[in-house]
């Protein structure tokens, strides 16, 4: 690639899969392998020994032939015999070695590379891993980064020893006959070059004529079997089952046109083995019937060719493993950049001390405050602007509207896991994004929809939140959020294992474990997102009451009163010893027990107040409310 | 599986041509390899012991230039076709796979096979193309070339044929030797080394919540501290599996070897022609090369070669008989549960004991805890699956004609009477007029009630608004209104609605309350699933549906079906009419 398409590409932010990543990128994630330079040449050395040991023996057994057809003493053979028999036994041995030493190598890279991913991530801008979908980030810590070790193995590593082979055998043929050295140099560049760098280029094309096809084959499979029930009732699978055919027909159309390629790189093969052994051969007679060249000599090298492409014909596998891995280096790339902190533009986050002018200045006092706060995903409009908000310790808040109108990311905007687009939100008094992002927890804390439940027992997914919860607290907790008669069910209780994806659990229990998990932490702010989906209506209500009561009246912490001395965040409990909560919610019934409800609608706060107020002064309130109770009566 | 198991060639025609033309090329290369080893020492002899000179062996290079040229243009045609049947019998085994899994339907994949049978059919059966690609054609060539080297090296010289032959068996041997001896070992190993793996990636997937609780610092030594066991356990089965290579590299290498230190000690005893000694010595190497690569390419085919066998055992699980009988028009008939009872993957039975019945004009709702079996007690509604005890029929509502069985009824002649909304509703893609199904005015006036008008105002084509695969373009809520519609507008004398009012606010939840209304009214059978109280309000029959948890099961499990009839107190009357309890249907 020319450095002008280079940087045309770079320089396109829409450049994804047509893009192939920047040069340097495959060697920047395998400089993140940091492997041992010493195993890695360890390896090559002892690759290159194995594979010679098969040109030696070929080489050896030609001449032993040729010369003993001279019928020379036997004792002149006795060297090439044992050489011979050596070289038959060193092959497998040293490959076997060599292997070991390879694979712990790429083995190594890759712990090496995951715990920098984790370290990075783990320090770097939480902004970076919230707009990825766990199954987006499992793969690129998980395949991507083993693809990127493979390439040690399966890509660097045959390419190293060939060169090595390679030039050795040819240096070796040319001692004996120039003419037989070049020829098959040239014919090694053909096997070991020409045909690797076209499979490879065939591969890309393929792969970039054939996306589009795979990945409507992937969706029309993954719909056919999500949705396989309604499909069925509804008379579409067999339409969708056609769709799935045409999408592979697509694909198949895509790897028909590489074909011929591929053939020729396959051919390319068999094609240089053949011209060096005719191009030795037919130098070679001539010139033993001039003198130039030993009868014996002539054997070895027209016969030598024969086993000297063995480490040519692996190269055309290491370019595709070569191209894979660098796909892969630039997914695992672009996610440590994602990391590395941006500068917060925004103006008024930048000191508490010295707000920038014409900016409101930062609220005073403990606990959370939104001044004119607008929020949005990055890049996109605001769907949430001009929003006024104190959470302080003792005081619970509602955060009620229609679905779409941005409450779960005005959750993440006001616990620091998403930048502000405007306005401010500063925690006791410092803006939140001037916060060291390790500190932010301890103060306050969010429940996320798509939480991670740990592959782990129950007790050790609630000790997630803290480290020292005993097993009462933890029974406490879940029988709090209405998840004790499930816990009572559970066959081991607390020591029961979750699956990994949590299988065991159904939607709304996980939502309250979740939920659980967070009340079990010693944040003085809780921010809880719809805890009471997929529940019915009374026990939903008197969750969120609960929540929302637990805040004036300091019985927040139920089971962790005890735990009190909360030596590991030190935040310590709010004036009136409960916490401050904000609820996101749907349902209007239980939100009497909250000191502050705001509506939202329209990208904006629609109105706010007490619950007794909006009910005196909104016709829709009360009637939306009316109804829930109606329905409720039912 | 077997080398070549005959049922990839039973399920998948594509393979079958391509084996064909494998077996020719196949062929092929046997004859070409020979003639090349014939060839090369004929002239190669001639040069070195007679002194002849390049006219003198003139014919022979000519030829095995042509040789060379003949297996360049075979190994080709082999490659050109290979690609292209592997994807050919990959697409068919695909297919295959799902729409068997479809067939099956929801009751089957529901059984945690779901994910696991959409990574079988994506990336698992991919991993079929080493397997057709690389490691057929080796296969073939270990059946034509091996022989072939063997036979023309037995002809040549007795000899080195007995020391090929005397060591060939040995690979196989040592190979099951080598395999029985790591077996467990390995198969421990890889358990270990997936538990390790997943426990990273668990870590790992779980580092957003960790960062929300302020909990991201320790698991960093924790990830390396498994990252270390994983390689440790993975190294010391590799250590295994490998010797199962260095045998086979080591017993090829190693005969090769030998049978050259005998040519040359009977050559120079003048017992054997140079041109013979060559010849043997090319054609030893080719009898073991395909062996090798058996191998070798058969480790690189593994995972595709699992994948069939899942991909097999899929295909080759039975449908359950599918009725022939055509379906009664449902805008006359009643739909009956006696005593249904569905036992979940997990062991419980949910929904258990469920009475229930669906007639023309009347409004069902399914109420219940999470988890109770009410989207199963659609699902047997709807003959999606059969119950495990109890039954299901179809009976006329004047009480004309017997009861027939659900399960003696064409599936496709119900469904296509029955409007289903799931809790997630399936959108094909293509504009919201097409989605929403009718004519203009039925489509204005259904919208005008859903609320869809509204939704339809603000987008910018309007009904012609293109709607993408699983309704992209939408918003949940708007996603539902169009599902509403479709609904309301489709003709369909059973409407299904399951949990309708899910992620829609009060305003939202009048919407469905009007819209469930209006189908009462133009004298459909509605069935809901209700989660909230004002959803159940405006049904005539309110049926609540219990599961009995698996310990409770064990102890009462029916030894034969609920005999029919059995009254067990499901059904409660509720809203504004007499629900009717469903008679004794014999």
Known sequence: ??????????????ATVDADPPRGTLRRAVALLDVDRRRVLLAVVLGTLALGCAVALAAVAAWLIARASQMPPVLVLSVATVGVR??????????????????????????????????RLAAGSPAALVPLRRGDLLARVGEDVDAVGDVVVRGLLPAAVAALLGVGTVAAMTVLWPPAGAALALALLLAGVVAPAVTARTARLTERRAAAGRARRSAAALALVDDAGPLAVAGLADERLRALRDADADVAAAVDAGAPSSALAAALGPLAQGLAVLAALVTGIPAVRRGDLAATDLAVVVLTPLAAFEATALLPAAATQLHRSRAAAARVLALLDATTPHPTPAPAATSGAAPAPGAAPVPAGAGLHARGLA????????????????????????????SGTGKTTLLLTLAGLL??????????????????????????????EDAHVFGTTVLENLRVARGDVTEAEAAAALRRVGLGPWLAALPDGLATRLGPDARTVSGGERRRLLLARALLTHAPLLLVDEPAEHLDPALADALVTDLLRGAANGAADGAADGAADGAADGAGDGPNGGRGVLVVTHRLTPLAAADEVVLLGDGGVVDRGTHAELLARRADYREARRREGEGDAG | MKPLDPRLLRHARAARAYLALTVATGVLTAGLVVAQALLLARALGGAVQDGLDLAAVGDEVVALAAVVLARVLVVGVQERFAHRAATRAVAELRAGVVERAVALGPRWLAAGRGPELVTLATRGLDALEPYFVRYLPQLVLAATVTPAALLVVLGLDRVSAAVVVGTLPLVPVFMVLVGRLT???????????????????????????????????????????????????????????????????????????????GIGLRLVGGHLPLVTGLAVLVLAPEVYAPLRQVGAQFHASTDGVAAAEAAFAVLETPLPPRGTHPAPDLARTALRLHGVAVRQPTGALAPEGLDLEVRPGRVVALVGTSGSGKT???????????????????????????ALDLADVDPATLWSQVSWL???????????????????????????????????????????????????GLSVGQRQRVALTRALVSPAPLVVLDEPTAHLDAHGEEVVLRTVETLRASGRAVVLVAHRASLAAVADDVVVVRAAAATEMEADRPAAPAPAGTPRAATVAAGRSDAPVPEVVR
Do not use: K, N
């Open chain 1, 375 to 402: 929020c949005g995903w990055p890049g996109r409009p605001p769907v949430v602007a001009g929003l006024d908000l104190d959470l302080v310790p003792g005081r619970s808040v509602a955060v009620v509207g229609p």
């Open chain 2, 376 to 402: 199963t007690a659609v699902e047997v509604l709807l003959g999606l699956l059969r119950p495990d005890a109890g039954a299901a029929r179809l009976v006329a509502v004047d009480g004309t004609g017997p």
């Open chain 2, 183 to 261: 077996e467990g070992r390995s198969a421990r190993g890889l358990r270990g080394m997936q538990t390790l793996a997943a426990q990273t990636l668990d870590l790992l997937a779980g580092l957003p919540t960790l960062r929300a609780l302020g909990r991201e610092r320790g698991p960093a030594a924790r990830v390396r501290e498994l990252g270390d066991a994983h390689r440790r356990a993975t190294m010391g089965t590799l250590r295994i599996a490998f010797l199962s290579g260095m045998v086979l590299e080591l017993l090829t290498t190693l005969s090769v070897a030998l049978v050259a230190v």
């Open chain 1, 86 to 119: 050596a070289f038959g036994v060193g092959r497998g041995v040293l490959r076997y070695v060599e292997r070991l030493v390879s694979h712990d190598v790429a083995l190594r890279g890759m712990t090496q590379l995951r715990t920098t991913l984790y370290e």
């Open chain 2, 422 to 472: 799931p809790q997630r509703p399936v959108l094909e893609p293509g504009t919201v007029a097409a989605l929403v199904g009718g004519d203009a005015p039925v489509r204005e006036r259904a919208a005008a009630l859903t609320g869809l008008d509204a939704v339809v105002a603000a987008l910018p084509d309007g009904w012609g608004h293109r709607v993408g695969a699983g309704g992209t």
């Open chain 1, 419 to 448: 930048p502000p687009t405007g306005g401010l939100v500063a925690l006791d008094g410092r803006p939140v994004g001037a916060w060291p992002a390790a500190d932010l927890p301890h103060h306050v804390v969010a429940t996320l």
């Open chain 1, 1 to 14: 690639m020319s450095a002008a398409t280079t940087s045309a590409v770079s320089g396109d932010a829409r």
